[in-house]
């Protein structure tokens, strides 16, 4: 795997592989991978000729530096996996290769950035938007493929590139979970053993949820699920919805797809999940 540290190498390396014809396929990720993660690759690999991984801890989208500093970076094992599985390249920045001093970022990016996530995390969506343009606009690839464990943050991607223009298809791949339901997630190593049992409140309650949707029930269904997570010891409830697809406004007659998405804090550890309702 060809290990990529600045932009010119990246550069320069993908532009020896347009020039050969092949597309191109960019997996952005923030490292301590896990087969979520690898996932994503696995799919880019079966749509496109060459992929890359960026493994980059972007400052600028952790609104809490706690976080920030306590986010998990095993960047060699992330290696190995990223070998074991055939990733052609891997993009791994230093902050000051990706940003100048005092960079200003801001992209208007409609309702959609101060809703369920974005009322959490003020600001974290600029700083999203902000390093994944970046990213493109670096790596310029043919496809980027993203989660659906990050619903939200997939929507207001799209938004990006079409406020942008820019030329790049994205895919969106399914949540990979533990055995037990838990969606896989870098925060879930700060779990403890209790926690990581309360935690499946989360993805049981959205299963619950989508077994059974009922669309004239939404707000029982969404009221049942509040009180079954706010039962659940050690578990704090941020919020659920059950939202249209696309907007993420409360889902009503005229929504084309419903999603049910949960933010909870877990001990001190805080996760997100989601399910899109079947039938939708
Ligand atoms: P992160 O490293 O958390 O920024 O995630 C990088 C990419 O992996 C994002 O597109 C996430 O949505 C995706 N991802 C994270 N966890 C999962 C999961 N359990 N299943 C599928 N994709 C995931």
Request: some cysteine; overall charge negative; proline content about 5%.
């Amino acid at each position: 795997m060809e290990k990529l540290t600045t932009k010119i190498q990246l550069q320069q390396y993908l532009s020896l592989a347009r020039a050969g014809g092949k597309t191109i396929g960019l997996v952005p990720t923030m490292g301590a991978l896990h087969q979520g993660h690898l996932s994503l690759i696995q799919q880019a690999q079966q749509q496109c000729d060459m992929v890359i991984c960026s493994i980059f801890v972007n400052p600028t989208q952790f609104n809490d530096p706690r976080d920030l500093e306590k986010y998990p970076r095993p960047i060699q094992e992330d290696i190995k996996k990223l070998e074991a599985i055939g990733c052609d390249a891997l993009f791994e920045p230093a902050v000051t290769e990706v940003y100048d001093n005092n960079e200003h970022w801001h992209l208007n990016i409609g309702p959609l950035e101060g809703l369920l996530e974005g009322k959490y995390r003020p600001g974290h969506y600029q700083g999203v938007t902000q390093v994944v343009y970046k990213l493109f606009n670096l790596a310029k690839p043919d496809v980027a493929f993203f989660g659906q464990k990050d619903y939200q943050q997939f929507l207001i991607i799209s938004q990006l590139v079409k406020l942008l223009s820019l030329p790049v298809q994205l895919i969106m791949c399914p949540i990979q979970r533990e055995a037990d339901g838990l969606a896989m997630s870098s925060r879930n190593i700060h779990l403890s053993v209790a926690d990581r049992r309360h935690a499946l409140v989360l993805s049981k309650t959205l299963n619950w949820v989508n077994d059974n949707f009922d669309m004239t029930k939404i707000d029982l269904l969404k009221q049942q699920a509040e009180t079954a997570i706010n039962s659940e010891p050690g578990v704090e409830l941020g919020y659920f919805e059950i939202a249209d697809g696309d907007t993420l406004l409360p889902a009503d007659a005229q929504s084309k797809t419903i999603v049910a998405l949960v933010a909870a804090k877990v001990g001190e550890t805080r996760l997100i999940d989601n399910v899109i309702i079947a039938g939708s």
